[in-house]
């Protein structure tokens, strides 16, 4: 039967292409679950002439909150601003209805930051890359606190 079809490998596949395969999908789990229910998500943290000095950016659907990306430029860096914009996005989630969170990252990045906010690691892929480590994370049962409390109200 795979004789009647071709199969191609492509470096610069068309937006039109992966996009028909993410409907397709979608489709697909939306007769499995409750409808996805996908929002953007993202907080940032500007100077006073307006150019960004750190961001979070992720997503929330079915029920749980997603971060996809966390930076703190170097020269904030270790004063809280990571914290405030993690309180946000946990605090934004609730709103939304999320009960969980969950993220990705790097053992050069901020597994130890992660880890006192309370998420945990579920899971671990060694080697990637090379000599390092991507650690997979999760908060179950998102705080019940309001971000002025969280953040000392800032």
Known sequence: MANNYTISVEDHPSREDVDALEVSLGRYNELQVARLNWRALAIFMRDAQGKIVAGLAGSTEWEWLFIDTLFVAEPVRRQGCGRQLMSHAEA????RGCLHAHLNTFDFQALPFYQKLGYEVFGKLDDYPLGHALYFMQKRNL?????DQADGGN
Do not use: L, Q, T, Y
Request: charged share 45%; glycine share 0%.
């Open 92 to 95: 934004e989630a609730m709103r």
């Open 143 to 147: 705080p019940s606190r309001r971000i």
